[in-house]
């Protein structure tokens, strides 16, 4: 079965501090997808990134930086230098194909990131 | 660009009526998701549909239908509303091809807020 953890619930940092955020996932497919969503208060999901099993190479985009580990199914996030409208829940998913190659996303259940000036 | 759009934005209703929520994708794309997104929950897959054929189906209660209808919209049916139905519906849409070794792109509306007294 496919499984997303996001062990961090929430997390409290003050502006300016680097914040990593945890995802571990499972999957049998030799072929899936990972994601990161940020969703701000207002509700709206806003896509971030995604990375194919294929590619371990770490992404960097402004502040926003992505580590992905296959020896230990793990696709971590960090923000550096962290501001107050990072302020959000962020969800890391996992998409097949699965069977049937359908491309259902399975969310992780989310940390709640609180930047505080 | 054109994105998804769902309307209504926000929906309430008392328990034991009936909702319906409708998805209209981006142009061209022929695939549809509906996510249900519980308060202070992750986003859980409740079905897809792909050229207006039921493609996956996830934990959709049975008082729950969908349609994909000839033009690519998509409409979600909820009867007899419960108090956990108050959630908030996300809609995404994708370019079809569904080979086991293809990904296609998701692309999420804004959602609906259906909030059920």
């Known amino acids: 079965a496919q499984k997303v953890t996001q062990a961090q619930t929430e997390i409290s940092v003050v502006e300016k501090e680097d914040v990593t955020l945890d995802c571990v996932y499972e999957?049998?497919?030799?072929?899936?997808?990972l994601f990161w969503y940020k969703q701000p208060p207002s509700g709206e999901l806003v896509f971030l990134i995604r990375r194919n099993s294929f590619d371990e190479q770490n992404e960097i985009s402004g502040r926003y930086s992505w580590n992905f580990q296959k020896s230990t199914s793990s696709f971590n996030f960090t923000i550096t230098a962290s501001q107050v409208v990072d302020s959000a829940v962020y969800f890391c998913?996992?998409?097949?194909?699965?069977?049937?190659?359908?491309?259902?996303?399975?969310f992780g259940a989310g940390t709640r990131l609180a930047v505080h000036p | 660009a054109a994105g998804v759009i769902q309307s209504p934005r926000h929906l309430i209703k008392e328990k034991r009526e009936t909702a319906t929520l409708k998805c209209y994708p981006i142009?061209?794309?022929?695939?549809v998701y509906w996510y249900q997104q519980g308060p202070g929950q992750d986003p859980q897959f409740l079905i897809s549909?792909?050229?207006?054929?039921?493609?996956d189906k996830g934990s959709i209660p049975d008082r729950f239908s969908a349609q994909q209808f000839s033009d690519y919209h998509s409409e979600l049916n909820m009867s007899s509303l419960e108090l956990g139905d108050s959630a908030l519906y996300f809609c995404?849409?994708?370019?079809?091809?569904?080979?086991?070794?293809?990904?296609?792109?998701?692309?999420f509306g804004p959602g609906t807020r259906l909030t059920v007294l």
């Open positions: 999957t049998r497919d030799t072929t899936y997808y």
């Open positions: 998913a996992l998409s097949g194909p699965f069977s049937g190659g359908y491309n259902k996303l399975i």
């Open positions: 142009p061209r794309h022929d695939t």
């Open positions: 549909f792909y050229e207006k054929m039921q493609s």
């Open positions: 995404a849409s994708s370019l079809g091809g569904q080979g086991a070794s293809s990904y296609n792109e998701q692309f």
